[in-house]
């Protein structure tokens, strides 16, 4: 089972704010720790995507229910 440390809700917000408040977020964890957010965007999911792909930080998780994604990103 996975331990979260931090979960954000970007919910109704629209781009760039889902992933501003993802990188806001990160920034107050250590290395290590996980952060769950759930964003309503659609453009989160190739946003948040791509943003973990440049940086140390690893999708642990990843899915949506209904219109809502659920991403689980651990600090590098």
């Known amino acids: 089972m996975l331990t979260v440390d931090l979960t954000v809700n970007a ?3 629209n781009c760039p704010l889902p992933l501003l ?9 250590e290395t290590g720790q996980t952060l769950w957010i759930e964003a309503t ?4 999911v190739l946003d948040f995507g791509v943003f973990v792909e440049q940086t140390a930080h690893q999708m642990l998780e990843q899915r949506q ?12």
């Open 21 to 29: 408040r993802l990188k806001k977020a990160l920034q107050s964890l």
């Open 41 to 44: 965007d659609p453009a989160s």
């Open 11 to 13: 919910r109704g917000l």
């Open 65 to 76: 229910d209904g219109g809502i994604y659920h991403f689980v990103i651990r600090k590098g």
